[in-house]
């Protein structure tokens, strides 16, 4: 920090006058004036003018820390560096792909099983491979050798290499991915302890505070650069999203890095960046600590992520939701479907609205999403709906949810029906036998088909398409278009301004209000 250079002082003078202090100017140096009441002049002794120099020095000194400390940037990233680049490793990948031989053409083409028989001829299948490499970074967290990194860093590879600060190089082995939330946990064997560093507090970080990133940029070898963090919980496109935006440079390489706070802790894995072009426009995003922490425990002690899995299909609510429902407040997640699972067997249903889970306020589907995957597997969690103009609080064991992923089965698609009535902007037909098979759903399923839409109107602006399934109206179950009318006709005469329809495309429920004007 440059030191503020201080003005001389000329003279400390002691003179009757007014009883005021006046500062001026004269030739380049201030001259403080200072008058006593009612007091005889004096000239002040040696020690007092001493006295005032240490004062006005001390002062001087105090404004300039205090000034520094508003600003918060720091005069030097140098020692900051010293203390964890020994931590941040270099990481490159080979794999091993097989050359192309013969002609190429594109999938579909009439040539292509012509060629494909010539290349399964005796002796065209040891075709030739060749390597592939790939670049990025990484750090360690423990002396034992465990790096966290990117898994679409590592994702595929043959070799794992891992370059030291120190010019070091060891192999380095998979113990386990997550691509939800793209981290992956690698370990290499070393003789001696490792410098690593520790996790820090993503949740504690505010927006405009100082950030460094440091990894592989572009295969250029260690490198560091700075900045600030410009925004937090970002969602990208992952259900587990919580990024901490930054405009701290990072390109291509820099993925599995680390973000630190000026602590030298690691508060983000850098994963990715908004570029039109490739490069670094100060628009990146690190995985907050506070997801990757809990995912590299889990992937250490298991190999895997085992999340918890609250067995419901939801969606938010908005504020025409909240009034169809008599909510006070448009917050909380509403359960649009309970298929087999904790759920069902703990008794919530379609049409509950979550508002809290174990204690805590639920405000949408993503908080109750982080809410439950943060949960052990096997954990009796309490649940408050509401339901039915009132609240009830509920206890569900949980499921895991990766072993629920693996057994969801695929959706059948959904077809559109003849036209039988036009209501609310919508052509409505009633389901039958054929559209029954064309949907391999069971012989007991009802409900009504949009056969048509009006994209001017509200229910079209609202996400409904050709071919999605109006099941129930004023949560109630609706097969029939008398059924669907007199739930309108109900409404209207309730004094309603919207009507709550469940719908399903696909497989997948979600509920729409739309206006009965």
Excluded at 199 to 211: L, Y
Excluded at 395 to 418: D, F, N, Y
């Amino acid at each position: 920090m440059n030191a503020v250079p201080e003005a001389p002082i000329s003279t400390i003078t002691g003179a009757p006058g007014t009883g005021r202090a006046d500062r001026v100017q004269e030739d380049d140096h201030l001259t403080l004036k200072t008058t006593a009441l009612a007091q005889p002049a004096q000239t002040q002794p040696t020690w007092l003018r001493g006295l005032w120099l240490l004062v006005l020095g001390v002062a001087l000194t105090l404004a300039q820390a205090m000034a520094a400390q508003a600003r918060g940037a720091p005069d030097s990233f140098a020692d900051l560096v010293d203390q964890v680049s020994g931590a941040v490793v270099n990481i490159t990948t080979s794999t091993t792909v097989e050359r192309s031989t013969g002609p190429q053409v594109p999938r579909g083409s009439p040539l292509e099983d012509f060629f494909e028989e010539f290349r399964n001829r005796p002796g065209q299948q040891n075709r030739p491979q060749r390597r592939s490499s790939a670049l990025g970074s990484g750090f360690v967290i423990s002396e034992d050798g465990y790096i966290v990194t990117n898994n679409h860093v590592i994702e595929g590879a043959d070799e794992i290499l891992i370059e030291f600060f120190s010019g070091a190089e060891l192999p380095a082995e998979v113990i386990g991915t997550d691509p939800n939330t793209d981290i992956a946990v690698l370990k290499v064997q070393s003789d001696r302890p490792l410098p690593f560093v520790p996790f820090g507090d993503s949740d504690a970080m505010r927006v405009g505070e100082w950030v460094m990133a440091m990894g592989n940029p572009l295969g250029q070898g260690f490198s560091v650069s700075a900045g600030i963090v410009s925004a937090r919980e970002r969602a990208l496109s992952g259900t587990y999203d919580d990024y901490i935006q930054t405009d701290a440079a990072i390109n291509r390489g820099n993925s599995g890095g680390p973000l630190f706070n000026m602590d030298g802790e690691v508060i983000g894995v850098n994963t990715a960046i908004l570029s039109p072009n490739g490069g670094s426009i100060g628009i990146g995003f690190a995985m907050s600590s506070t997801v990757v922490t809990r995912v590299v425990e889990q992937l250490q002690e298991f190999g895997e992520t085992r999340r918890g899995w609250l067995g419901v299909r939801i969606q938010d609510v908005d504020a025409e939701l909240a009034e169809a429902l008599e909510l006070e407040a448009a917050q909380g997640a509403l359960i649009t479907d309970v298929p087999p699972g904790p759920a069902l067997e703990a008794g919530l249903l379609a049409r509950d609205v979550i508002l809290s889970y174990e204690g805590e306020p639920v405000e949408d589907t993503r908080d109750l999403v982080t809410m439950v995957g943060n949960s052990d597997v096997g954990a009796v969690v309490r649940v408050v709906v509401f339901r039915d103009g009132g609240t009830q609080t509920i206890l569900v064991t949980l499921g895991r949810r990766e072993e629920a992923e693996r057994a969801v089965p695929a959706s059948a698609p959904v077809e559109e029906v003849p036209t039988e009535q036009e209501l609310m902007g919508l052509t409505i037909g009633v389901i039958d036998d054929t559209l029954r098979a064309e949907l391999d759903l069971p012989g007991t399923a009802s409900g009504l088909v949009v056969k048509n839409i009006d994209e001017a109107s509200e229910a079209f602006a609202k996400g409904l398409r050709i071919g999605d399934l109006i099941t129930e109206a004023g949560q109630t179950e609706v097969s029939t278009l008398v059924e669907l009318e007199d739930k309108i006709a109900a409404a209207k005469a309730a004094g309603q301004k919207s009507l709550l329809l469940l719908i399903r495309r696909g497989g997948d429920p979600r509920f729409v209000a739309l206006s009965l004007g």
